[in-house]
Every structure is written in structure tokens, then in C-alpha cells.
């Protein structure tokens, strides 16, 4: 069974553009929640999908949105990027609520 | 609200040592789940156990043991006979039940020397 895909690996992006993430959870599993990751910060939540609905967010600010497809793969969107939007951000799935989630390999974001 | 606390930054051992990672965690619900992740060098978190709050016996999965007591609410992870590939940053993390996001510790570097 394939695993959790980010794509794309590394991405490099000026203060001010946006950029669009993408995951494509593991087959059958409908919950998709997205994590930044950073030196300073740490792990922290930004959002999680069930069935192209969100259930929970995190405490980001509007610049940054997500969405769900019927087929469960999961886009993030960063608008207005900021230096402190660099970060390693993750993609985990899971079959439901409280299912050992499954992460991705990330998607490196540097911003210039 | 819920907090992980992983006291120790980082660790290093010489092979073959036992090792043991501390988490402590705090929540108001009843049930929860505790996770524990591995982080290599190439960034994916590695999934490694998930448990109920319910299921107070430890676990033993080959090398790897896991010691939950909730009575000091803490969920501890042992490596035995450590190894060199075991090096990576280790997570512990909590999610209520009464939510979906899971709440991360601030993790444990673990550096096995040959």
C-alpha cells in the first residue's frame, strides 16, 4: 500500500507570493491534517479534513487555507508569504479520529 | 488545554546501550490517545505506536518497549541494544478524543555512537 505523497519536496518563494501544497493520503483514508514544523516552534496544527469538510484548525492566520477533494487529496495554500512561513510542512493521514496518523514526507518551504 | 513535555533535549548513547525517553503529558479529558513518532534526518515522522488511554499495558514491539502509567501521566519509550540507525529525533504527542489534532512535545534528539 502506498504511503502519504507531498508534493512537491522543496519549494523556494519570495516575501509577498503565495504557494500551493499538496497530499495524497494513503488509499481508503478520508482524514487529512496538515502540520508546520519549525526550529523555534516546533510540531504545531494548522488543519485537518474529513470528507472535503474541516473539522479543526489550528491558531494560523487567514493567510493560510486548505481544501479537500472527493478523492481525499488535500491542498494547503500560503498567500502573502512572510520569512517565517519557512518551514517544513507535514501531511498525515488516518482512516478516522484518533487512528495512528500517518505522515508524509514534507514539503520544505524556504522563503527569500 | 493539553501540553507534552519531553524534559530531555538530547540524549547520547554508545551502541548497544539501553535508552529510555521521557514524556510527560497533561490533559483534562478522560480519553486520549499518546503517539510516539521518529524523525530521521530526512524529515518523514515515522508513526511507531499509538495508545489508548484506557490500555494502561505496556508494549514491547522487538527492541522497542513502552511504559504508560497514568498515574504520573507519563509514556515513556525504551530502546534496548540501541543501534546506530536509531538515531533521529523522537517524538511524543497526545490528541483528545474530543478533538483531532495532536499536540507534540518539543522532542528528544537521540544520537546512538558506534
Known amino acids: 500500500k502506498a504511503g502519504v505523497t ?60 486548505g481544501r479537500q477533494f472527493s478523492n481525499s487529496r488535500s491542498e494547503m495554500n500560503v498567500s502573502t508569504l512572510e520569512l517565517g512561513d519557512s518551514a517544513l510542512y507535514l501531511c498525515a493521514s488516518s482512516l478516522a479520529v484518533g487512528g495512528g496518523r500517518f505522515f508524509g514526507p514534507g514539503t520544505r518551504l524556504t522563503v527569500l | 488545554a493539553q501540553k507534552v513535555t519531553q524534559a530531555q533535549t538530547e540524549i547520547s548513547v554508545v551502541e548497544k546501550e539501553d535508552v529510555t525517553l ?19 534526518p530526512s524529515g518523514e ?8 488511554s484506557f490500555d494502561e499495558q505496556n508494549e514491547i514491539s522487538g527492541r522497542y518497549s513502552w511504559n504508560f502509567q497514568k498515574s504520573t501521566s507519563s509514556f515513556n519509550f525504551t530502546i534496548t541494544a540501541s543501534q546506530v540507525v536509531d538515531s533521529a529525533v523522537y517524538f511524543c504527542a497526545l490528541m483528545e478524543t474530543s478533538g483531532s489534532r495532536l499536540t507534540f512535545g518539543e522532542g528528544t534528539q537521540l544520537t546512538v555512537n558506534p
Open chain 2, 45 to 52: 515522522l515515522v508513526f511507531l505506536i499509538r495508545r489508548n
Open chain 1, 6 to 65: 507531498q508534493t512537491p519536496r522543496y519549494l523556494i518563494k519570495t516575501r509577498g507570493q503565495q504557494v500551493t501544497l499538496s497530499c495524497s493520503p494513503i488509499s481508503g483514508h478520508r482524514s487529512v491534517s496538515w502540520y508546520q514544523q519549525t526550529p523555534g516552534q516546533g510540531l504545531q496544527f494548522l488543519f485537518e479534513y474529513f470528507s472535503e469538510t474541516q473539522r479543526n484548525k489550528g491558531n494560523f492566520p487567514g493567510r493560510f487555507s
Open chain 2, 22 to 40: 521521557d514524556c510527560v503529558y497533561e490533559t483534562r479529558d478522560t480519553t486520549y490517545y499518546l503517539f510516539w513518532y521518529k524523525q530521521p
